[in-house]
């Protein structure tokens, strides 16, 4: 388990993150919080039988998410791994048009962008009931002045398109 290796107040947040289900990560770059959050999905349960998101910024998705730690940590456990990193829309959309779970989906931000007449960059991203969405850098996603969906981010608004289990963990 992931949870193995890390010390032993990370652990007590794990737990923390799975018992209060929607959690704000905040803290000193190389604390652990890519890895507190794979271990909290697997802790939960979405490395057995669910789907989840992680939203990061291009170069964090590709590089810390992606390589450094689902690669290394969430393949061996046999989870399905998706990613939206690079190439078109279209080859996007056509990378999750069966997803298989277990399975984790990494994407940049910009694949939930909806524009203001409803335009999907990503539409297959919205099909997917997801189990877990971690969203890396989410002060990046997050604002809005207004509740008007015109006037929403493109990112918010397709934030608010997610469709989610039950009861989701949210990172």
């Known amino acids: 388990m992931i949870t193995d ?3 032993e107040p990370q652990k007590e947040a ?8 929607r ?20 802790v939960d349960g979405c490395f057995t ?9 291009k170069f964090p ?4 998410w992606l390589k450094d730690h689902v690669t290394r940590f969430v393949a061996p456990l ?10 078109t829309a279209q080859v996007k959309n056509d990378r999750i048009r069966s997803v298989q779970k277990p399975a984790i989906i990494v994407a940049n931000h910009d694949a939930l962008a909806i524009s203001p007449n409803g335009e999907r960059r990503v539409p297959a991203l919205f099909e997917q009931i997801y189990d877990a969405i971690v ?5 990046r996603v997050l604002p809005t002045a207004t509740d008007s969906t015109y006037n929403m981010t493109q990112f918010w608004r397709g934030l608010k ?11």
């Open 23 to 42: 959690v704000l990560l905040a803290d000193q770059p190389g604390s652990g919080k890519t890895l507190m959050s794979l271990a909290a999905l697997e």
């Open 49 to 57: 039988n669910g789907v989840s998101l992680i939203l990061a910024p």
């Open 135 to 139: 969203i890396d850098e989410s002060h």
């Open 5 to 7: 290796i890390l010390w």
């Open 78 to 87: 046999g989870v399905n791994i998706y990613d939206l990193t690079t190439g």
């Open 161 to 171: 398109k997610i469709k989610t289990s039950q009861d989701p963990l949210r990172l």
């Open 61 to 64: 998705a590709k590089t810390t």
């Open 14 to 21: 794990v737990g923390f993150i799975v018992d209060n289900r």
